[in-house]
């Protein structure tokens, strides 16, 4: 007789054996040890629940389907699979390994200790399909304060999902006002023509303010673009940030932009393209897709594995409710006709190429660049990649069906940025004629000459010398300097470089005695040896190009969706004794023996772009 013991505390499950106290266990380690199963059984799944037939007949995707051809299916979160808009994934995986461990270990029983309600009742339908006894033991239950009562967020969040829907529409229809007509917009157009579609984000401060358009997403391919004479227009997603706090501040940029189309290119945001007649068309269309969804309790079926005891229902019901009766599903249907009247009132587009992350509203940039007769369109992996980052990860059925149920739209290439992503992309299942290549825009500054090659003991300071590189989740960072305290080392030097969205102060930590660092990381990373990186930020990756020995820490039930998963050179640990070891190895660490991984193509000649760009125009 085996008893299983499943302890959850917020995010981290452990896991041990009733009759052997002394064999305790982490998930996430069992989750790591058999990542490409389990990822393509959570992959698999997906296409089950978008080909699954509600009473065989229509599939749950064709439910989704508008007359226009656009489908809410392809921009719903659980089609879209990220970590970031749907935490519950890393439950869901969670719950692919408990079944394959309860099923290996023959057990009979399961304790259940911690978890929030959803989880209970996943693990619970779990045990009641393998026939497992499930016993539910201590359940931490936070306390409601009263003045969680009173935050606006959480009234929100207590709202049915319609009721959250009419909010976000009415919020949507205050903002109308705000937007500029789309008239004095002159458009680009004939052969030397090209559309970028971006964030209007991460700008130049300095330029921005002297009326010129500069975009650290997009570095110096603009002036390429002017070089082989295109004539550049630019669609973007208005977001907040220190060049424009909001939607005014933004739109005078653009009108300065514009003022200067020669040298800017012709700029408008896809929210100028709303009006009271689309607002109506998304309410109507809203109103439509709720009315001919079958019965909540039918879709639950299809949440339901395949071949397994496991229902992903209680952990992914709220992804698939706001997509299809929240908010999500507003916004989205907002995308489809924004996207589909920019698209029809832009002239035609000899090509056209956007930041590629596989978010919704991409889907339906792809459909309306297509239905209205525009040229070739691509999509530009501009960042680093994460073997967890689903986004980019599909079921090879999906991958292959280009009409069928399980079809979703797709450019023409993908750009890729370097041998990394390549080979990323080749392991998902993706066909090599998929790709076209390019330079990484973003790295063209921070990619070491030592990156492919030998390190140069010049290029960085003493291995002795740690900056730490903080992530967005504040617990994250306060539990790896707890842990440094335990480590209790005499350090050299121990600097912290916190993430703007997580500020820790570091008067809280004096046993440390840690200096703090808020100039920008390709000025201060040569000064430093060793980087100790915390869970996923991409600063692991600026460290590592930049010829640091880099530790990546990760908390206990955190995924690992660190850059660098599955370099042999980067260290990865979750305990002070794993980062005790890091760290002295780390310091004997001889920076002239080691070949460090190329991971983007860093060329400023741009030379894989001009030969792109020369299949599409005359330089």
């Known amino acids: ?32 040890d058999h990542a490409d199963r389990l990822k393509l059984k959570y992959l698999s ?3 089950h629940l978008v080909e699954f037939r509600i009473d065989n007949k229509k599939s749950i995707a064709e439910y989704l389907e508008l007359k226009n051809g656009y489908s809410l299916w392809w921009m719903s979160l659980l089609a879209e699979k990220s970590l970031y808009k749907s935490p519950e994934i890393a439950n869901c995986l969670n719950l692919l390994a408990i079944e394959e461990i309860l099923v290996d270990l023959k057990a009979t029983e399961l304790i259940i200790n911690g978890g929030d309600i959803n989880v209970v009742k996943a693990l619970s339908f779990l045990c009641s399909g393998l026939n497992i006894k499930c016993v539910i033991g201590k359940n931490r239950l936070k306390g409601i304060s009263f003045r969680s009562l009173l935050n606006p967020h959480s009234l929100y969040l207590k709202l049915a999902y319609p009721l959250r829907s009419a909010f976000f529409f009415c919020c949507h229809l205050a903002t109308l006002t705000k937007l500029k007509s789309l008239k004095d917009l002159a458009w680009f157009e004939g052969s030397n023509s090209i559309l970028l579609f971006s964030y209007f984000i991460h700008l130049d401060h300095g330029k921005s303010d002297s009326g010129c358009f500069y975009s650290r997403q997009w570095e110096i391919l603009p002036d390429l673009l002017k070089s082989f004479g295109i004539r550049t227009n630019w669609i973007h997603h208005f977001l907040k940030s220190d060049v424009a706090g909001n939607i005014d501040q933004g739109q005078k940029l653009i009108s300065k932009f514009n003022s200067n189309s020669d040298v800017n290119g012709m700029h408008a945001f896809i929210s100028s393209y709303s009006s009271l007649y689309l607002s109506w068309k998304v309410m109507v269309n809203y109103i439509l897709i709720n009315f001919k ?33 929240g908010p999500i ?31 919704g ?6 459909h309306a660049w297509k239905r209205h007769n525009h040229g070739d ?57 998929s790709f076209v290549f390019v330079e990484a825009l973003r790295y063209l500054d921070g990619q070491s000459k030592n990156s492919g090659g030998k390190l140069e003991t010049s290029r960085v300071g003493l291995i002795e010398d740690i900056i730490i590189l903080g992530d967005i989740l504040v617990e994250s960072n306060k539990a790896l300097l707890n842990i440094l305290q335990e480590v209790q080392k005499n350090w050299r030097s121990l600097t912290l470089k916190s993430h703007p969205g997580a500020i820790i102060n570091i008067n809280d930590y004096p046993d440390l005695t840690l200096q703090e660092e808020k100039r920008a990381l390709s000025t201060i990373l040569p000064g430093f040896g060793t980087a100790i990186a915390i869970g996923s930020t991409t600063a692991a990756l600026d460290a590592y190009l930049a010829g640091l020995k880099v530790i990546v820490f990760l908390v206990n ?9 599955g370099f042999k050179d980067v260290y990865f640990v979750r305990s002070n004794q794993d980062l005790a070891i890091a760290i002295g190895l780390a310091e004997g660490y001889k920076d002239g023996n080691t070949a460090r991984e190329k991971y983007f193509w860093t060329d400023r000649d741009l030379p894989r772009w001009r030969e792109l760009l020369s299949h599409y125009y005359k330089n």
């Not at 989205?332 to 930041?355: C, E, T």
């Not at 509203?361 to 792809?366: D, I, K």
């Not at 039930?557 to 998963?565: A, D, I, T, V």
């Open 1 to 32: 007789m085996h008893c299983v013991i499943i302890n959850i505390c917020d995010s981290s499950w452990t896991w041990n054996i009733k009759s052997d106290h002394s064999r305790l266990n982490l998930i996430d380690s069992y989750i790591e």
């Open 45 to 47: 799944f997906i296409a």
């Open 293 to 325: 969804l079958p019965r909540r309790s039918i879709i639950e079926k299809a949440f339901k594995l395949p071949n397994s005891s496991i229902s992903f229902w209680p952990l992914l019901k709220d992804d698939w409710l706001s997509s299809t009766r």
């Open 329 to 359: 599903a507003v916004q989205n249907l907002l995308w489809i006709f924004q996207m589909d009247k920019a698209m029809r009132l832009m002239p035609r587009q000899n090509l056209g190429l956007y930041l590629q992350e596989n978010q």
């Open 361 to 366: 509203w991409e889907r339906a940039l792809l």
């Open 377 to 433: 369109i691509i999509g530009i992996q501009h960042s680093s990649l994460r073997f967890w980052d689903l986004r980019y990860y599909d079921d090879v059925r999906i991958l292959n069906d280009n009409n069928g149920v399980l079809s979703q739209p797709k450019p023409q290439f993908i750009a890729l940025n370097g041998p990394q992503p390549f080979r990323f992309y080749l392991e998902a299942g993706y066909p090599k004629e």
């Open 557 to 565: 039930g955190e995924l690992n969706l660190s850059p660098l998963r």
